[in-house]
C-alpha cells in the first residue's frame, strides 16, 4: 500500500535505477551472514554426499537352470569395443578368416530346441553369421541373423543394431546371409533366394586385425521371470535360461577379395561347392563360457549350432544382466540433499516476508524483478557449487565402497560422467530457483516446501519404489512433474535389441537425460515469471 | 481470561508489547491454583488454542486440502490399477488409499502452521504469558490438532475407501481373483481405514512435535517431509536385505502404514499394528522433543 505510490512517483528517478551488481551483492550478503542457510547448504552438500556410504550392496548371485543361486558368479562383465559393459556369450562355430574374404550361408530354421519347459524362441534369440576380431568375449565383431521376433538383422559391437528388409513376423525361413570383409568394413546382405542380394548395413570396425574368426553363431537371451517388483542392487532378476538352435546349409568361406564387386539386387557369386571343403575345418568355442546344451553338429552339407546367453549391451534390468551397479546408484542422497536445499532456498524468500525486510529490500532497491533474480542467481549459484561438492564426492567414494563389497560399477564414458555430476549440481540449483520462485508466489514458507517436495521427491517415490501404480502411470508422472529431472542421472541408456524392463524402479526414465532436466526448469522460469509479476502488482 | 488468547489474536505484533500483557489482565496471579481448578484451566487453554485454530483462515483451506487430495489421488491409483486374471500382487486397500502419501503432507502443513505461526507473528509470548504452563498449551494443541486431522482424515480416508469400493472391482480386484472383499465389514479392510485415519492423526502429532522444537515453518515442515518421504528411498539403496527390512521397520511412514496391508502380512516388514505403534512412538518422541524445547527456551 505505501510503498507502491512511492515507488512509480518517486523511486524511479534516474539515481535510484539502481545497477544488477549492488542488488546482487545485497543478497548474497544476506545468504551469507544467516548461519543456518550456510549451514543448511553444507548440510546438503554432506547429505548428497553421505548417503553414498550407506550402501551395502554386495554382489548377489546368478540363478541357474533348477533355480539354483550360484554366490558371486557373474559380478563382472566383458567391456565391448565403445567401452560399455557387454553380454558376450553364445555358441561359435568358426574358421580364422585371413584379409578380405566372405561367409555366405543358407539359414533353414531358428528354434528353441526341444524339453526346453517353460521358455520358448525368445523374440531375441538370434542364429546367422559373424566375423569376429578374435573368440575373446567382448572383442569387435559384425553379424547378420535371423531373430526370434524381430526379423533379419545386422547387428556389430553391441550397440548398433541395423534393421533388414524382412518385416518382424515374417515367415523367412530357409533364408540367405552374407558378410564381405574389406579392409576394417563388413557388410552384411541377405537374401531370399541366394541370387538376388540386398544389403542391410555396413559397419566400420576400427582396428580389426588380419586374421578375424568368421562363422556361424546362435544364442538367446533368458526368458523374463520377474522376481518382486523391486530392483535390488547386486541381485539379478530371476532368468529362465534358453536355449536357440539354428540350422545352416551351403555354408561358404572365401577368402581373398570377391572377385569384381558385389551388385545388390542382381549379381550372384558361388553359392554351392567351397563349404565342403570348408567343413572338415571349423571348430567350436562357446564363447563366453560353456553352459549345458550348447555345441554343434556337422552332419553333410549341413551344419547346426545351439548356443544361449546374448550378444548385446549389458542393461541392468534384463533378465540376463551380469549384476553391475549404475554409477548413479552412488548418488541416492541427491534426495535428501535436495530437503536441505529446498528448505534453504524458500526461506531465502519466505524469511523477507516473514521478518518484514522485505519493505527495506524494495524501498533500497525498487525493481522488484531485479531483486528476485538476484536471489535466484545466487541461490542457484551457491547451491550448484553445494550439488557439485556433493555429487563429486558421492560418485567416487560410494564407487569405491561398492568395489569393495565385490561389486561391479558399470562403466560409462567421460560425458556421460560429467553429465551426472553437472546434471546432479545444475538440478539441485534448479529446484532452489523454483523455491525462491515458489517462495515469493505462496508467501508462506510451509506451502511452497511441501508443493516442491511433492512434486519432486513423491512422484520419483511413487514410480521408482512404491509398486502401486502401473509402469504407465508411473512414466507418465515422471513425464509431467518436475521430477522428470531425475532422468539427468540416468547412465545406462536403452536398448531396443535387449528385451528389460525399462520401467521407472529399475532406474530407465521415460524422457531422455537433458529433456527430463529441462521439464524442471520449465516450471522453475514459469514459476519465477509468475513470482515477478505477483510482486509487481502485490504490496511487500 | 478465557477470551484474552482469542481477542490477541486479532491485534498485530506491535501491540504486543510487555505493558500489555504484564500487570493488570493476564498476569499469572489469574491462574494461581487459588482462583482456578486445574481442571478450567484445561478445559480454557483447549478453547483458547479451539479459537485460535478455527480462526485462522488456512485451516479451513489445509481441511479441504487433506480430503480433496487424499480422495482425489486414491481415485486416480483406483482407475490406473488393473489387475489381470494372473494375478497383479496388489493390495486393494493399499491402491484405495494411495491418496494417503499426498494427504499427509497437508496433515503436516496444518500440525507445523498451528504451531510456529503464533512463532512468526510473536503471538507465542502472549500464549505463553496467559498460558504459563508450557506444556499444557502444547497439549492443548495436540488435542486440537488431532481432533480435526481425525475429523477430515475420516471423511479422506472414507472418501478414498468408497471410491475404491465402487472402482475396484471393475478393475479386476474380485473375489474371484483371490482378493477379499473391499467391504468395511471385512476385518483387515476396517482395520486399514481405521488406521489410516489414526495414522493421520499421529503424522500430525508427529509434525506439531518437530515444529515446536524448530519453531522455524520452513526447516519443520522440511525436515518432517523428508523424515516421511526421503527415509524410504534411501532405505531402497542401502543394498543389504537385512538392513533395507530394519529401515522398514524403522521409518515413519513405511512402518506406519503397514496399517494398510490387507493382503501379504506374513511377508511384510512389520505387522500393521506394530507398524502403527512405531509411528507413535516418533510422534511421541517429537512432541516430547517439542515440549522439552518449548519449556527449556526463551519463546
Known sequence: MSIGPVRTSVMRAPVMRTAFWPILHAEWTKFRTVRGWVVGMVLAALVTAGIALLNHSSCGGTVVPGGKVIAGVGCTAPIGPGGEAVTDSFYFVHQPMTADGSITARLTALTSPAGQDGVGLQPWAKGGLIIKASTRPG????????????????????????????????????????????????????????????????AVLAGLPRTVQAGMFATSPPGSVQVGSQSIAGSSAGAGMALATARFTDVSL????????????????????????????????????????????????????????????????????????????????TFGGLIAVIIVAVMFMTAEYRRNLLRVTFSAAPRRGAVLAAKALVIGTVTFVAGLAGAATAIPAGEALLRSNGNFILPIGLLTQVRLVAGTAALLAVTAVLGVALGAVLRLGA??????????????????????????????????????????QQTIPQYPQVAASYTAANGYFPLAPWAGFAVLCGYAAAALVLAVVLVRRRDA | MRSGPGNSARLSPAHIGPAHIGPAHIGPAHI???????????????????????????????????????????????????????GCGLDPARVSLTGTYLGQAVVAILAVVAISDEYGTGMIRTTLAAV???????????????????????????????????????????????????????????RAVAGTVLYLALVGL??????????????????????????????????????????????PMTAGLAIQDTTGLAAAPISPWAGLGVLAGWAAAGLLAGSVALTRRDA
Open chain 2, 132 to 190: 504459563p504452563r508450557r506444556g499444557a498449551m502444547l497439549a492443548a494443541k495436540a488435542a486440537n490438532v488431532s481432533a480435526v486431522v481425525l475429523l477430515a482424515g475420516a471423511a479422506a480416508v472414507l472418501a478414498s475407501w468408497l471410491a475404491g469400493w465402487l472402482i475396484l472391482p471393475g478393475h479386476g480386484f474380485t473375489a474371484a481373483a483371490g482378493y477379499a472383499s473391499l467391504s468395511l465389514t471385512d476385518g483387515p479392510m476396517l
Open chain 1, 254 to 333: 572365401r577368402s581373398g577379395p570377391l572377385a569384381g564387386p558385389v551388385a545388390i539386387g542382381t549379381v550372384a557369386t558361388s553359392t554351392v561347392a567351397t563349404s565342403t571343403g570348408a567343413a572338415g575345418r571349423w571348430s567350436g568355442t562357446a564363447v563366453g563360457g560353456l553352459t549345458t546344451g550348447e555345441g554343434f553338429r556337422q552332419a553333410g552339407g549341413a551344419v547346426s549350432v545351439t548356443g544361449t546367453g546374448d550378444i548385446a549391451p549389458d542393461v541392468p534390468a534384463s533378465p540376463g544382466a551380469a549384476g553391475g551397479t549404475p554409477a548413479e546408484q552412488t548418488l541416492e542422497g
Open chain 2, 32 to 86: 494461581g491454583p487459588a482462583h482456578i481448578g486445574p481442571a478450567r484451566v484445561g478445559a480454557g487453554v483447549l478453547h483458547a488454542e479451539w479459537t485460535k485454530l478455527r480462526t485462522v483462515p488456512s485451516t479451513a483451506w489445509l481441511l479441504v486440502g487433506i480430503v480433496g487430495l487424499t480422495a482425489v489421488a486414491g481415485a486416480l491409483a483406483d482407475a490406473a490399477a488393473k489387475c489381470p486374471a494372473s
Open chain 1, 139 to 202: 572383442s569387435a565383431y559384425a553379424a547378420v541373423m535371423l531373430t526370434g521376433g524381430h526379423g533379419v538383422r545386422m547387428q556389430y559391437d553391441f550397440t548398433a543394431d541395423i534393421d533388414g528388409n524382412v518385416a518382424a513376423g515374417a515367415r523367412v525361413v530357409p533364408h540367405w546371409l552374407r558378410l564381405t570383409r574389406a579392409g576394417d568394413a563388413i557388410t552384411g546382405y541377405e537374401s531370399a533366394n541366394g541370387t538376388q542380394w540386398t544389403k542391410i548395413g555396413t
Open chain 1, 447 to 488: 506451502a511452497a516446501i511441501t508443493a516442491i517436495v511433492m512434486t519432486m521427491v513423491l512422484p520419483y517415490f511413487f514410480a521408482g519404489q512404491l509398486a502401486l501404480l502401473p509402469a504407465s502411470a508411473a512414466d507418465w508422472l515422471l513425464r509431467v512433474t518436475p521430477a522428470a529431472a531425475f532422468a539427468v
Open chain 2, 206 to 251: 508427529l509434525s506439531l512435535g518437530i515444529a515446536t522444537a524448530v519453531r522455524e515453518p520452513a526447516a519443520a515442515i522440511g525436515s518432517v517431509l523428508g523424515l516421511l518421504y526421503v527415509v524410504p528411498i534411501i532405505a531402497a539403496v542401502v543394498g543389504s536385505p537385512s538392513w533395507h527390512r530394519h529401515l522398514e521397520q524403522f521409518a
